[in-house]
């Protein structure tokens, strides 16, 4: 498993943008798939995002498709996730996590028991 910390959550205007970073330690980075996911108040969690081992990849959710990019740089130990046109609807803990599953990426995303490592979560606030 790797140790997954995120950060740059913070409070933001609906509209404006926010960057978050997830910084790997531990087993090879680069083997493992990436993910984001965010969970509200009263609500499931959500897949946000993905990204495939090498980068090549990604996969989205409809609710982000577009406004959102995740991007990997694999010398760093770090995923990202640029977050544009906010909502405050996108109001969330955001957590990145890491899946050793070799299946496709969009079946790897809408099964969050195959991501076995997981970070303590940032806030994002979006205010209207």
């Known amino acids: 498993q790797v140790q997954l910390v995120e950060s740059g959550g913070g409070l933001v205007q609906a509209g404006g943008s926010l960057r978050l970073s997830c910084a790997a330690s531990?087993?090879?980075?680069?083997?493992?798939?990436m993910g984001w996911f965010r969970r509200s108040p009263g609500k499931e969690r959500e897949f946000v995002a993905a990204i495939s081992r090498s980068g090549s990849s990604t996969y989205y959710a409809d609710s982000v498709k577009g406004r959102f990019t995740i991007s990997r740089d694999n010398a760093k130990n770090t995923v990202y996730l640029q977050m544009n046109s906010l909502k405050p609807e996108d109001t969330a803990v955001y957590y990145c996590?890491?899946?050793?599953?070799?299946?496709?990426?969009?079946?790897?995303?809408?099964?969050?028991?195959?991501?076995?490592?997981w970070g303590q979560g940032t806030q994002v606030t979006v205010s209207s």
């Open positions: 996590a890491a899946s050793p599953s070799t299946y496709a990426l969009g079946t790897i995303s809408h099964d969050p028991h195959m991501f076995n490592s």
């Open positions: 531990g087993r090879s980075f680069s083997s493992y798939v």
